[in-house]
């Protein structure tokens, strides 16, 4: 395990929390009563499709307001118009897809994020640039927006997220659609970003959680079933136990049953396994 995993364990000051929030759309509760801490580090929000994963991250990104309950932002209550826009300006996203103008250039649409997120017009192209090379689109700074791969799009929508310096980011399945190579790319790359903020990333691959993060909350059905270290998710019944590796070239990773997550399986390991 790499240093930052273990500083996330040992239980820092939360960056972001939610308590008690429920969100409904019309009959259906996508999210019901969750409370949740994330520490510094990469926290994994694992669950198969409609679990309530991006409804979460939309709270966390303050682009919703929950029904009930409190959302807490780099320790301040995130409420009130001018608290809420000034948190704005330190969380960075990538949402499941993102619109962009094809003609644009990719330094063009990295600036214009940049201006969006109110970074001083001094310092934009300055960030574009730094935040093009995190993601290694250095050299791709001139090539237009039609005109670049789905990998290629997906580090530019990182650099996006990353180019105004966030305390916290939010990855809504980050790597949703990448070929398997692409995959373990992207999953070294999130754990870099996890050296510099804080990051909350959705999946609905338990080989995502394994490799990336250093703690995971399980979502179903709009409720928490596990909140942990990846180690404590393997350790349940159903949650696999065994080591091995899955195609990355990094550290040997844990394997979690990802069939027994994506089928909504966990919550057969008993309540014990329910964590709040
Ligand atoms: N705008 C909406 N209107 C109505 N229902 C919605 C809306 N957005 C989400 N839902 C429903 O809320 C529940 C949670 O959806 P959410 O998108 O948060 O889940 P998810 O875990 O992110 O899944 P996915 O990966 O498929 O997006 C699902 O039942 C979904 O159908």
Redesign the pocket.
Known sequence: MTTHHSAAATGSQPVAAVAGVSVR??P?T??DDVSLEFPPGVTGLL????????????LLSTARRPRTGSVTLLGEDASGRARVQRLRRRIGVLP?SFGFYPRFTVLEFTEYAAWLRKVPAAQRRERAVEALSLVQMEKYTGRRMGALSGGMLRRVGIAQAMVNEPSLVLL??PTVGLDPAQRVGFRSLIKDLGDRCAVVM?T?LAEDVAHVCDRVAV?LE?TVRFTGTVAELCALPGGGASSGDAGSSGPVAPQIDGRAVEAGYLHLAGPEAVAT
């Open positions: 759309y019309g259906t996508a999210l669950g198969p499709n409609g679990a309530g994963k991006s409804t979460l991250l939309s499941q809504d399945e959705s609905h979502l709009g």
